[in-house]
């Protein structure tokens, strides 16, 4: 069987902050947005890194699952 797409939310703590923190920085929110993504596939560098990432849901909403964290030691 196949498995269709997944699209999640990512509610990551240090993307967050990442972004809350350099928004000062970059004044220009495609530049930081830019940023951001560059941060998150540094993050998710598979080749570098062995990745994982803590799934949930809210109660309200329990079909409807979010990234909220990552864990990403180095292979």
Request: charge should be positive.
């Amino acid at each position: 069987m196949d498995c269709p797409s997944h699209k999640l939310s990512i509610i990551d703590w240090e993307l967050g902050a990442s972004y809350r923190d350099w928004r000062k920085r970059y004044l220009l929110e495609k530049e930081l947005l830019e940023k951001i993504e560059q941060k998150w596939l540094e993050i998710s560098d598979t080749v570098k890194k062995d990745v994982h990432f803590y799934v949930g849901n809210i109660h309200r909403f329990p079909k409807i699952f979010m990234v909220l964290g990552t864990f990403y030691p180095p292979k």
